[in-house]
């Protein structure tokens, strides 16, 4: 399997990259000059139409979103996401869930906080702050006597909502007083997988 990606430090591109470790597999990678507009040339563009990160291709089959490329692995190697209707269903929901809600959340409040071209105002910050403490609310909530997401079974939205924390502490995210999510980032921050893929 190729993997296209920008840079290993891109919550998107370590999502995947994690999942493949803890699936044992290892991506041939591709890197895109991003910075030189790579991203924008046509044979990328060919590849992933919006010019984005990641993209998996598998024996040219090509595959951009990276919750799709999760859910497209997991089929593939039957691991990290439940066989049964219900089990797949409650998986979906947090995929859709982390697309949609916590992962805009949380990558706009990193953003905020970490990058000088994203600084934003005192009031905008506010606005930022309250939405993740919002969605993350929710997931310390969900995570309370829980393992994983799913409880006991560790799934591909475990990493999926994980890659959105990789900046938590440098971003100082307010997460300290949630105890059930801060324990479970502690457990998926162990992981080899995790380990295994911190951008040098
Ligand atoms: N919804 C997409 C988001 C992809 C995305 O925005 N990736 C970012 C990296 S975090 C990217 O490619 N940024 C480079 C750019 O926009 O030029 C996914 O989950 O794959």
């Known amino acids: 399997m190729e993997l296209y990606i920008h840079h290993a430090a891109s919550p998107t591109v370590r999502k995947v ?17 991003w910075t030189h507009g790579g991203a924008q040339k046509p044979e990328y563009l060919k590849l992933n139409p919006g010019g984005k990160f990641p993209t998996l291709v ?3 089959f090509v595959l951009w979103e990276s ?8 089929e593939k190697t039957v691991r990290l996401m439940p066989t049964d209707i219900h089990g797949r269903a409650d998986v979906l929901r ?3 869930w982390e697309a949609a809600h916590f992962g805009p959340a ?3 409040l990193t953003n905020a906080t970490m990058s000088r071209k994203h600084f934003a105002p005192e009031e905008a910050l506010a606005q930022l702050t309250k939405a993740f403490r919002h969605e993350a609310g929710l997931l310390d909530d969900h995570l309370h006597k829980r393992q994983f997401i799913l409880d ?11 890659s959105n924390l990789i900046y938590a502490r440098q971003a100082g995210l307010p997460m300290t007083d949630l105890h059930s999510l801060s324990g479970w980032l502690a457990r998926m921050s162990a992981l080899p997988a995790w380990q295994d893929t911190e951008p040098k």
């Open 17 to 33: 990259l994690m999942t493949m470790a803890q699936l044992d597999l290892k991506p041939t990678l591709r890197p895109v000059d």
């Open 94 to 96: 947090w995929l859709f």
């Open 67 to 74: 919750n799709a490329i999760l859910v497209y692995l997991a």
């Open 152 to 162: 006991k079974t560790l799934t591909i939205a475990d990493f999926a909502l994980a």
């Open 58 to 60: 598998d024996k040219g």
């Open 106 to 108: 949380a990558l706009n």
